[in-house]
């Protein structure tokens, strides 16, 4: 069950982030890691969190292309750490949507 729930939160995380974007007036990413990347650039995420994000991409990348032969244990110790990941980034996403919010009242 986990990792449809990290493929679940990969690809929420990736279209709020393309909103995100969007909303600062950039153009459509041409790849998962580039709507991180973009995010680091242009919004201000956090370096060591828009690497992490950009590392479980790569994961998906491995598994949904089968680029290398999978290693099962590798992927099962990847799981809880990405759910991190994406728990940091809601609240990252969280507090720019706050600030946001904020300075449209004011």
Known sequence: MAPR???VQRKLSLDIGLQL???????LASSYREVFAALRLRLNLP????????????????????????????????????VDIYHQYEEWVGAMLDAHFRQADD
């Not at 974007?21 to 153009?27: E, F, I, N, T, V």
């Open 5 to 7: 729930r990290e493929v």
């Open 21 to 27: 974007l969007r909303a600062d007036g950039y153009g």
């Open 47 to 82: 370096d060591e969190l828009a690497e992490r994000l950009m590392d479980a991409c790569a994961m998906r990348n491995v598994l949904t292309h089968l680029y290398d032969t999978i290693d099962l244990d590798r992927v099962v110790e990847a799981v809880d750490p990405a």
